[in-house]
């Protein structure tokens, strides 16, 4: 059963893919032997992250790229996509996902697009580990494209920048020009910047806000640890050529709802993954993001291994006694990971 | 020196308060031994969380309240105040706080306004650890009120959440009301839900479109856990006398810009405050919050732990296996964790 179910997922039956998926997701027992054996088809994926504040349109673009991607204008054959859609945490209900259908519409029924929605359920560690699972298994099966798609601004969007080979960063007029954007840090973590609902007529100065700000010094940090004349890499990665050609990061106009400028962010998107793939980038992002998966899975592995042990016992009695100011959290941790020294 | 130090932040020296925050910030042995002197003085402040999407002028309006509490109506003495401001993760630099300066201008120089912005480093349990912390410098320090204030939406609301005794979300028109807000769950973290630029035109239908989505099934969860009628908790959680009065979440408007709708805002955190203590829901909010931190503190010691032990020195070694896809993530992490076994 479980071998077949693999044989299915690589050949990328939809079925056995979302069987997968769900495993992963509730890391199940199943899940991780599923990744175990899928882990060695990965790494052909190109990963793209796209990530925005609410109101910026965000899963309207994405779907417009989807559709682009799958119907490419010179008859080229489309490629073949996967979407994991990252909702919000979602505590108490274990995330809404309303929008998921209404989403899914217009897409549906083709089987070489597949789109899922998942909730970082405010787990620590929570978007790197399970979603990096979901995105291996999207891998495996034969995805070119897989897309993770997240909200908001924070620690989401430097997953995703560790995460994807490609960051995408969604603003939309009215958002983009104030003090907040330059807060959110986003610029840091952007490969390509997209005013979308350019439409509107406050666009123009978005876009030349973005423009501004990439011009200011210390902003694009990222492009300047990878490619530009202050970047300090070790002796072994410094390419023997010399001058690397440097990304230059460009801020894109759509208006998703129509479609407009959509093969433009294709085209960019496929130009930065040449580009990476010319500059070693390609090698330095897996890297990163193994490491990153590597260290949070390990870490999950420590707390699990600690809640089988003998101290762990201990546990609500160093709750109570916190709680009640009996001790300090730092005694607290001490108790319950040394035993009680006092 | 430690000593005179932790005299100096409980009587709410400004120095001495902003050392023991950078200390606590570092995550120091000095900030360490601190936070576990100053615990026992813990517990007396009203914690506000405030969140809100870029754009929403959150910021903004956190100074219009603090400018408020500070300079009550009716010649009551103004209460002491702290904000903690944490800025979005930004991973290669620590944290772009541009902003900050231009903020604190109208509030420099008042001795009882404390104001710090401090980065969530992107690491796993960012904003719980050191943040907590944060908020126990201010506590102990005697600050009345303690507001923490996050930009965006996903993971850093839940936090917020969990820490604060009231969770303020703001919005504003134009974003309030697509599909995105029912996606980022907002609704289930929030006490107070505020719709900031409340002079556009089309504020009246943020208002309108939360005030349903309050009145939808399944949307004001953290509601019905508390005190609904279909909360489901432990037997001795119940109140003896039964009927609990339910906490009904205001949809309120301001104009941080002008005040306008400040004072009442500033009422219904009261209000929450004084309805938290009638419940029991302060005493529950604590313990949560407690419970959150202890977990963070917990799993980074056995992360630090195991950086000690022999096995890690195989790190390097599992790593480069693990990009070169000759082993599965899981069973690197069995190998760091248990030593080779294949």
Redesign the interface.
């Known amino acids: 059963m479980s071998d077949l179910l693999i044989e299915d997922v690589l050949s990328g039956n939809p079925l056995a893919v979302s069987r997968s998926l769900t495993e992963v997701e509730n890391d199940t027992a199943h899940g991780?032997q599923l990744?175990?054996?899928l882990?060695?088809h990965?790494?052909k994926a190109h990963l793209i992250g796209i990530t925005g504040?609410?109101?910026t349109g965000?899963?309207t673009l994405v779907n417009a790229l989807v559709r682009h991607f799958r119907r490419p204008p010179e008859g080229s054959p489309g490629r073949r996509i996967g979407v994991i859609a990252v909702?919000?945490?979602?505590?108490?209900?274990g995330?809404?996902?309303?929008?998921d259908r209404?989403r899914m519409q217009d897409l549906a029924g083709d089987p070489d697009v597949f789109i899922r929605s998942t909730a970082?359920r405010?787990a620590?560690?929570?978007?790197?580990s399970t979603t990096s699972g979901m995105v291996e298994v999207l891998d495996a099966a034969g995805y070119e494209l897989v897309i993770v798609e997240?909200?908001?601004?924070?620690?989401?969007?430097?997953?995703i920048?560790r995460l994807a080979h490609t960051a995408v960063v969604i603003e939309a007029p009215?958002?983009g020009d104030?003090?907040?954007?330059?807060?959110?840090?986003?610029l840091?973590?952007a490969d390509l910047l997209v005013v979308n609902k350019a439409d509107r007529p406050d666009a123009h100065r978005a876009v030349r806000t973005l423009q501004n700000m990439l011009e200011l010094p210390?902003?694009s940090?990222?492009d300047r640890?990878h490619h530009g004349p202050g970047a300090v890499l070790p002796e072994e990665e410094q390419q023997p050529q010399g001058q690397l050609p440097r990304w230059e990061i460009p801020v894109l106009t759509t208006v998703a709802t129509t479609g407009e400028g959509v093969a433009e962010l294709a085209a960019r998107i496929d130009a930065h993954r040449e580009h990476l793939q010319q500059t070693g980038g390609w090698k330095r992002k897996?890297?990163d993001r193994?490491?990153s998966?590597?260290?949070?899975?390990?870490?999950r592995?420590?707390?699990d291994?600690?809640k089988s042990s003998p101290q762990s016992e201990n546990y609500q009695l160093?709750?109570d006694q916190?709680?009640n100011?009996q001790i300090?959290?730092?005694?607290?941790?001490d108790w319950?990971?040394k035993g009680k020294e006092s």
């Open positions: 991780r990744l175990d054996q882990f060695p990965t790494g504040a609410p109101g965000k899963s909702d919000p945490s979602s505590p108490f209900s995330g809404a996902v309303l929008g209404i970082s405010g620590l560690g929570g978007i790197s997240t909200v908001g601004a924070g620690q989401a969007e430097v997953e920048a009215g958002l104030d003090i907040q954007t330059i807060k959110a840090g986003i840091e973590i210390g902003t940090a990222r640890l897996e890297q193994i490491k998966e590597l260290d949070a899975l390990l870490q592995r420590l707390v291994r600690w160093v709750l916190l709680v100011r300090s959290p730092q005694r607290a941790v319950l990971v």
